[in-house]
């Protein structure tokens, strides 16, 4: 069955649920943007209260799934690791850890590759899929990636898997950029909207916007009045794309007409402008 067609969803207009997918998240609450019936695997917000802490500093521990996250605002450290608003970390399973805390609090966009759970003792991880923390805010943006993508746009790798292949980047685009080819491509794309609007055949996205998009699916042309930055991930394999042969036409007053599983329906209502990202 895998994880339903979800384009697109407010977070702003999903309830929060008291602890957090699998491990119960004592003290935290959580919002589900997206999850895998067959495996577990689930895409999420994560709340993290001022104060908050995983208990005591002495006692390994570690969880038995890939946990990739991205700081949305506040912060968070684990085992001395600080991690502030824009900042990344991939850390695969078995990843031992001892201790997490966020003094501030923070809000924590979050995948996991399954069902996690927290198992006692350290753990037994792959190094090489190991990213103990990249800051969002440093380093060097790519140019243009496809010839036929719309000039304007720049994007900041976060992750390459070495051993799928599967990706995760930062997008940014310019205000008043459009295009004019729909697109597709063979792997799962999944995007978190982080700030801006994103404009598609499908209605106006506003910061704070989810999808996940199913394999060769086709989709766009897209635009944004604002600019914006956008979080992506592949599953199944690195991003390629191809292009429809002839160009479209475009609006920037669409249709608000999103596709959603049942359980996004009650929430599917178009977003205010200016919306917030969460």
Not at 14 to 35: F, H, N, V
Not at 177 to 183: L, Q, T, Y
Not at 214 to 229: A, M, Q, R, Y
Request: aromatic share 12%; with cysteine.
């Amino acid at each position: 069955m895998g994880r339903p067609f979800t384009e697109f969803i407010q977070s702003q207009a999903l309830p929060w649920q008291d602890g957090r997918y699998g491990d119960g998240g004592s003290g935290l609450r959580s919002k589900m943007l997206s999850l895998d019936p067959d495996n577990g695997a689930s895409s999420l917000l994560v709340e993290y209260p001022a104060g908050w802490t995983s208990g005591a500093a002495s006692a390994p521990w570690h969880l038995d799934v890939d946990e990739e996250f991205f700081v949305l605002s506040g912060e968070l450290t684990i085992d001395g690791v600080h991690y502030a608003g824009k900042s990344y970390a991939h850390l695969p399973a078995g990843f031992t850890r001892q201790h997490a805390s966020s003094t501030a609090g923070a809000v924590v966009l979050t995948f996991y590759s399954g069902e996690p759970r927290v198992l006692d003792g350290a753990g037994q991880c792959d190094d090489r899929r190991l990213v103990t923390y990249v800051d969002g805010l440093a380093g060097e943006w790519s140019g243009n990636f496809h010839p036929q993508f719309p000039p304007g746009a720049g994007r900041k790798f976060l992750r390459r898997d070495p051993i799928d292949g599967e990706e995760t980047w930062l997008l940014g685009t310019m205000p008043l950029r459009s295009g004019r080819r729909p697109e597709r491509h063979p792997v799962v794309e999944e995007m978190y909207l982080l700030s801006g609007e994103l404009v598609g055949p499908l209605g106006v996205m506003q910061a704070g916007c989810y999808f996940w998009r199913p394999p060769e699916e086709w989709h766009g042309p897209f635009g944004s009045l604002t600019g914006n930055l956008m979080l992506f991930r592949t599953k199944g394999g690195p991003l390629s794309t191809v292009y429809t042969e002839h160009e479209v036409e475009f609006t920037w007053t669409p249709e608000h007409r999103p596709i959603l599983p049942a359980e996004f329906e009650p929430y599917g209502r178009e977003p205010a402008p200016g919306c917030g990202c969460y």
